[in-house]
């Protein structure tokens, strides 16, 4: 990052430190350390399922200017995480934080789940969602209701039987396969 063009915007208590990359090194550099952290975040995740554990990875959005709401209520509800490890990093441009909580057994993994879904319920109260980029899948279709209304759900169940009767498209993923 150039030093002489730093961006730096006090805003709520936070800082955006902001730099123009120029150099193709600089640039390198920036691109390697992103594709760095969810690679380290998985070999973290290997170990952990050696334990009995896993990695809990979380996929809410809130309006960027949310951000730090989002964050301040983590801090205020993490306790029962104790030590376990949680990597934060994510698209912060776009509101869309990705915290892995990297559980060593079962029990931290309850811990974790219940944790991302208190998270992902404060994303909808501030405007956001519960999935911005990964989709809902089969790992976050409890927290679809957190988000919906059952008769929401429900008109999302028959337009996917609609269109899709026989289940052959991403059979499983939102809705469960009768």
């Known amino acids: 990052m150039i030093p002489r063009w ?10 955006m430190i902001c730099g123009i990359m120029s150099l193709q090194k600089e640039k390198r550099h920036l691109y390697d350390l992103r594709h760095h952290v969810p690679s ?13 554990g896993c990695k809990i990875s979380t ?3 809130v ?6 709401d989002l964050f301040n209520y983590f801090d205020e509800i993490r306790g029962p995480l104790g030590d376990m490890t949680v990597i934060r990093f994510g698209h912060l441009g776009s509101g869309h934080p990705h915290f892995n909580f ?6 931290e993994t309850m811990i974790a789940q219940e944790i991302d879904d208190l998270m992902a319920k404060k994303a909808v109260a501030l405007g956001g969602c519960v999935s911005a980029e990964h989709g809902i899948g089969k790992m976050k279709r409890r927290q679809m ?10 008109a999302m169940e028959a337009l996917k039987k609609e269109f899709d009767p026989a289940g052959i498209m991403a059979p499983g993923n939102i809705f469960k396969m009768e």
């Open 145 to 154: 209701a957190l988000q919906y209304p059952p008769h929401i759900i429900c």
């Open 40 to 52: 380290k975040t998985n070999e973290e995740s290997i170990k952990a399922v050696k334990t009995g």
């Open 102 to 107: 990297i559980a060593r057994n079962k029990e």
């Open 63 to 68: 309006p960027h200017n949310r951000l730090h």
């Open 59 to 61: 996929d809410w959005a």
């Open 6 to 15: 730093p961006i730096v915007q006090k805003k709520k208590g936070t800082f």
